[in-house]
């Protein structure tokens, strides 16, 4: 192993490290969300009654000026977040929730785009490897020369 | 007067588009040659008609000619003259003639642009096709979308509607859907060429060819239409953010997915003669996709199911949807076997498998969009049921798909076709890596959360350092090799390939904006107060004061601006009055924000109530981080797709004395293309 490779060996070492301890301090540290960061989530889920398209959060209607604050009030309050949210169901029904039910038919929502990644993502692979087994032309001395031939003519014609 | 000569240039531009059309398609078939050059005459008439026709709405406009319904609705006395220009695209019909005038420029442009390949029935086929489209629009005019309808009453109004209260309250409007209307319009000519090669037969790699700056231009607008959009709802409707993931807004990103999709994928059919069916499939559904974002956003159908059907143009424009998408399935089907390419990739660490995995990830950004835009209609119209889908869902899809569409865009660009070798890797990886590894330390030292936003800042660095080390080698060797300076040498290279240069310049614009999305959604401090007058609020280091409302009132509108005192660290920033607006014409009041943009954080102040009886306002006060970086890296997108549009420049090859240095120039403009080095030990053979 030359010096130089060595020294390549021990950088990436050092990246792979850095991003190990970066990936642990961000996943212990994001446990813990604020106040406020529930109250502008919880107001993202929830849409606004009396709008087109809008969420609480993206509202400026009263009600949904009224529904912000006792989303605050629930989050100062301590409840959890079926608790804060379940009043509004109650009262406006299903589709005040913005996030669609993962049970159900809903269930296609999420599914759809992850299985299109998964078995697209499957085919690619599965075609690589045919590709990588399949024997590779091997250009003769031949087809060397007529690339090479090509290529001049080419050349003096768009220069 | 001006709606007859409106009317007449709509019927004109409607019997040039329907001759010209039949006209074009009957010569292409037979390959009669006077019949095409006949043909390509009607593409002035369109163009005339479709002219005189915005032309007389623009004249209806300003002398406020209230006997036409459309002036009526959406204009009055006191409508400032910029927002009654702008009121040609304020509603539906004039939107769509807005549509019309540009697609017969358009139309026009190309036409004049294959002037000398008239005979071509590649050429006629495509200008046919775009003829037809021509055609379904100004028959929209003519039909359910007539923009030159009287009033209803027999005596003519004094004073108009007035356009909508949001429509007349930011210049940005003048800007924003013209240019998205450029973007979606001219998806046309690239869509027109793509179903000419599936009917000529010549669905080689000349299409693209021909198309290639088209679909720049139309995805050049596109992008800045939708930067633009972000920004007015950013500065106009006053919530704080930029992207609500409304429907309106998931229509005009649908096509821009496929778009950009396909700008990635055409370097594979150039290169490789793959990917045939794919790419025409990408092109025909962007087009589509304008469809039926129009569909989604002008019949009415998002308020509810079961208004659409209340007009007729969502019909219409349904029936057209599916025509294009079934006559474009019908056509590859006919021409299945002939598309098939013999094409193979040779490593999975290549450019052109790196460009599949972003043709993966771009189709499921899109396929989430169109789901999460589609299915509360389809729940509603199949099963009754209403569902909502809204941010959450987006955003918890499209994080992962953007985490690795910036890892892409950081490792694709360095990947030489076909295949490469351990030691490629190494050399042009590792200190962008570690310049990525950096960053993200330092954000995390520095108290960033989140992993989506740790990772794109991360990703985000390592993508600039490798577009620094592109541009940086290039320079370096072309520097020794010609003995140029700093400034000559990179113009030349650039010169030399725009489209990677303008490409990698584009990356840097993404970067900017994905970098800005992920600071804005995760660190985003957000305020609601009811303040009296003298009181104050602190957030993240900003003081702000409330010092008392101001009442103005204008023809057009009333408002009341709350005068705010801001101060950041002992130093006075100055007073910004987020106001609410009354028009005489809405019955909501409007709020205008009022926002302080530094290169760190925006200040935005809105406010959501006058005083109060105990003279409180109430006011929302928000800090968003970064946020200038958007349109930032929107003008960098932008200064990029022109960069791509410039010629190439071709440069005699080094000889002679300067030989020696020349190998090293062209190792190094290889290493930038992507080349594999002739010296490389993975290169294998020559292609099938």
Known sequence: ?159 | MRQAIGSFSLTLAATGAISGAVVLAVGAARHDVRWMRLGRRFVPVVLIGAIGAVAAMQWALNSHDYSLEYVYSNVANATPRLFTITALWGALEGSILLWGLILAIYIAATAHRFRARADDPVVAWATAVQLFVALFFFALMLGPADPFTSHASPITPFDGQGPNALLQNHPLMAFHPPMLYAGYVGFTIPFSFAISALITGRFGEGWLADTRRASLVAWGFLTVGIVLGAWWSYEVLGWGGYWAWDPVENASLLPWLTATAFMHSVMVQERRGMLRVWNLSLVIATFALTILGTFLTRSGVIESVHAFSESDIGVWLLVFLGVIVLGSLVLIGLRGDALRTPGRIDSPLSREAAFLANNLLFAAFALVVLIGTVYPLLAEALRDERVSIGEPYFRAMTAPIGIGLLFLMAVAPVLPWRATSNAVLRDRLLVPAAVGVAVMAVTVAFGARGNAQVAAFGLGAFCLAGIGRNFGVGVQARRRARHEGVVRAAGRMVRGNPRLYGGLVVHVGVVLIGVAIAASSGYTAKREVQLATGESVTISGYTVSYLGSVETVTDQKSTVSARMRVERGGDDLGVYEPSISTFPSATTAIGTPSVRTSWRNDLYLSMSSTEDADGRIGITIAVNPLIVWLWIGGAVMALGTVVCLVPRRREPSLSGAGAGAGVGAVAAAADMAGETRPEDPTVVGAST
């Open chain 1, 1 to 159: 192993m030359s010096a130089g490779s060595r020294s390549r060996v021990v950088a990436w070492a050092l990246i792979g490290i850095a991003l190990v301890v970066v990936a642990v301090t961000v996943v212990v540290r994001s446990g813990n969300e604020t106040d406020e960061q529930r109250v502008a989530r919880l107001s993202r889920s929830l849409a606004c009654p009396v709008c087109t398209g809008e969420s609480v959060a993206a509202s400026n209607a009263s009600e949904a000026q009224v529904m912000r604050r006792q989303i605050r009030e629930g989050v100062a309050a301590g409840r959890s977040d079926a608790e804060i949210t379940d009043p509004f169901v109650v009262a406006y029904g299903d589709d005040i929730l913005l996030e669609p039910d993962a049970g159900g038919l809903g269930a296609i929502v999420w599914a759809l785009p992850v299985l299109l990644v998964a078995g697209g993502g499957a085919a690619l692979a599965i075609a690589l490897r045919r590709w990588s087994r399949a024997p590779r032309l091997v250009a003769t001395a031949a087809d060397e020369e007529l690339v090479a031939r090509l290529r001049a003519t080419h050349d003096r014609e768009t220069s």
